[in-house]
């Protein structure tokens, strides 16, 4: 049940956009971005919901598309603070509230 | 300021021991969580616990047991520990109920070593 996600890894330079996309083979009710800086704990970005619903970070875009079980994120104008491995996690229709993460993309931002 | 503290950092052990890795978190969430974390694999649930006394498995429960005798407090118990089981682990919490979806706030992580 692990989501797929593209790409790997992305090396970007500052003011650049990189989009990550995170795709499942299940359908979904909420789709998670969370970002973790190397050797700190994930922090939560962004929460899509079934139905259009967004929670989260002002300055991060991201997209949910149902009918195809995909996400998206946008980061555009990327900064210094941006790298870090970004992950998706999605919750099925159960409602059970657990997550299934997928493997992570490394983006590394240089001057 | 919302915080979840897991009781090591760092932790080395020996094949065979019994670990106890504690979780602790300081907002009322109903939901916790279990996860460990290897290269090129990503966070994996192992069990997940929506109540007190109440545990769910995750997709890699096998060699491993929680207990949740409290409601800010989640333990994962390694009961034979052996080599493969060297990662870090991360617990997290989050708010609960049936149908709602919210934020999970993550611990710094244990890096347990297996010997």
């Known amino acids: 049940q692990q989501p797929v996600q593209s790409p790997q890894a992305v090396i970007l330079r500052e003011g650049e956009d990189a989009v990550i996309n995170c795709s499942s083979s299940?359908?979904?009710?909420?789709v998670h971005w969370y970002r973790q800086k190397h050797g700190e704990a994930p922090v939560f970005l962004m929460i899509?919901?079934?139905?259009?619903e967004q929670k989260g970070h002002e300055k991060i875009s991201a997209s949910f598309n149902e009918k195809k079980q995909q996400s998206s994120l946008y980061l555009t104008a990327s900064q210094l603070s941006y790298s870090g491995t970004y992950f998706c996690?999605?919750?099925?229709?159960?409602?059970?509230?657990?997550?299934?993460f997928g493997t992570g993309t490394r983006l590394t931002v240089i001057p | 300021d919302v915080k979840v503290t897991q009781s090591s950092r760092y932790l080395v052990k020996r094949t065979g021991e019994k670990v106890f890795l504690e979780c602790v978190q300081d907002?009322?969430?109903?939901?916790m969580f279990w996860y460990r974390q290897d290269p090129g694999l990503g966070l994996r649930l192992i069990y997940f616990?929506?109540?007190?006394?109440?545990?769910e498995k995750g997709d890699i429960p096998e060699g491993y047991s929680v207990s949740r005798e409290k409601k800010e407090r989640f333990s994962l118990i390694l009961e034979s520990a052996s080599t493969n089981q060297t990662s870090m682990y991360l617990c997290?919490?989050?708010?609960?109920?049936?149908?709602?979806?919210?934020?999970?706030?993550f611990g710094p992580g244990t890096r347990l070593t297996v010997l």
């Open positions: 997290a919490s989050s708010l609960g109920g049936a149908g709602a979806v919210y934020e999970q706030f």
């Open positions: 299940k359908a979904l009710y909420s």
């Open positions: 899509l919901l079934k139905g259009g």
């Open positions: 996690g999605t919750e099925g229709l159960s409602g059970a509230n657990n997550l299934f």
């Open positions: 907002m009322d969430h109903e939901n």
């Open positions: 616990s929506y109540d007190v006394k109440m545990k």
